[in-house]
């Protein structure tokens, strides 16, 4: 053998030899990786409602947890939590609602009296454009239209299909959601089991990978919260309508890194052109330019930083991979996912005393767990959790 093994040297030099099988793990890693995704994205009316489901938990706990600091029973502390999300979502959709409805009307007729100066300007302006050349782009754009019109009539079609899978991924959402928050604590002792003497390294994981997420949700939603909030006093203040569901559509599109915001602010651009003119609407675009930057070099790292410390070059190549394998959700989650996984494998990695045995749940359903128990980490994000604290 060891003379087969020195042939084979003289043969191939070591560094081609090291090549080899470093490509050859490479290449059982990326078919591992690629079918594994493969399968997440079989099974994405499952993984995405799961995902925000856990989201959601990490924004509404700190809810959960006064309440129960307050002598409230778990189970009624949840169903208030939820009542208070529900709500406010209902009320923010039914202004929204409102708003649109009153205001739609008159943003058509504001954007065909500016089409129609914009029209006059391309034939008097500089560029001296002749009608016949207007005309001929408007004509190919409509025949642009009519050849997807079947493509468009395939995709009304399956719209019942979509709306049914929605309504199941909500479902499934809310549910997740609620026993996440009632019994996440009972929850992670009974997964932790499954892993035996690994249990105290998964159960370090488990809780940097909560504090890490609750960190970025939380911060994420304020910093979205102060966008939205300023972006549509802007609106608001230039008298832009539909000012509510552009602010809105900002605070959404701030949960996608980068990406969000360029298509959220060209949404706005264009409809502040159209509603109040080229002036408004340069004076609109240098106010979010500012006020993302600010965004940018001020509260992101304040308020998120402390979770996540990605360049931007990673947070681009995260969103593309999160964005083809689930679309605009998968885009939404990406980031998360992937600063979890960036905190969480050190400490599966790491060598440290291992933590007190889990305690095992009677066979009963047991009492209720107490005001401190938490649905991930137990406790409210810290930077440093206490290894005695309660599972996650």
């Keep these: 053998m060891i003379v087969d093994r020195e042939r084979l040297t003289q043969l191939v030099p070591r560094t081609l030899i090291r090549l080899a099988a470093w490509s050859l793990c490479l290449i059982i890693i990326g078919w591992a990786v690629f079918y594994f995704a493969q399968f997440i994205a079989t099974l994405h009316i499952v993984v995405l409602p799961v995902a925000i489901a856990l989201l959601l938990t990490a924004l509404l706990f700190p809810i959960t947890r006064r309440l129960r600091a307050m002598g409230i029973r778990p189970i009624y502390a949840t ?4 009542l208070i999300a529900l709500a406010v979502l209902g009320g923010t959709g039914w202004i929204i609602g409102t708003r649109a409805n ?4 008159g943003l058509v ?6 089409s129609k100066t914009v029209e006059e300007w391309l034939y008097t302006g500089p560029l001296h454009l002749q009608p016949n050349q207007l005309s001929k782009w408007i004509d190919e754009i409509a025949t642009q239209v009519t050849r997807q019109q ?3 009539t395939q ?5 019942a299909t979509v709306a049914l899978e929605v309504l199941a991924s ?14 996440g604590d009972r929850i992670w002792a009974w997964f932790l089991r499954a892993f035996g003497s690994a249990a105290p390294r998964v159960d370090r994981a488990g809780r940097t990978a909560w504090v890490t997420l609750s960190h970025y949700v939380q911060g994420t939603v304020a910093v979205a919260a102060v966008h939205g909030v300023i972006m549509g ?8 309508p539909l000012w509510a569901p552009l602010a809105v559509l900002i605070f959404l599109a701030s949960f996608i890194p980068i990406v969000g915001i360029f298509f959220a602010g060209a ?7 159209g509603a109040k003119g080229p002036i408004y609407a340069l004076i609109f675009l240098g106010v979010l330019v500012v006020e993302q930057q600010l965004e940018n070099h001020v509260l992101q790292p304040l308020i998120v930083g402390r979770a996540l410390n990605f360049h931007p070059l990673a947070i681009i190549l995260v969103l593309a991979v999160g964005g083809i394998l689930a679309g605009i959700a998968g885009a939404a989650v990406a980031v998360p996912v992937a600063a979890v996984i960036y905190r969480a494998l050190p400490e599966l990695r790491s060598e440290q005393p291992a933590l007190p045995p889990v305690p095992e749940p009677g066979p009963g359903p047991g009492p209720e767990p107490g005001p401190e128990a938490g649905p991930g980490a137990g406790s409210e994000p810290e930077p440093e959790p206490e290894p005695g604290s309660e599972p996650a």
């Design 102 to 105: 009153a205001e739609f009307p």
């Design 170 to 183: 909500i479902v499934l959402l809310l549910f997740v959601t609620f026993f996440l928050l009632k019994d």
């Design 79 to 82: 169903w208030i939590t939820m």
């Design 233 to 240: 006093i802007v609106l608001a203040g230039m008298g832009v």
């Design 155 to 159: 995709t009304v079609l399956t719209g």
């Design 109 to 114: 007729n504001q954007v065909k009296a500016t």
């Design 267 to 273: 949404v706005a651009t264009l409809v502040t052109l």
């Design 150 to 152: 079947e493509r468009i």
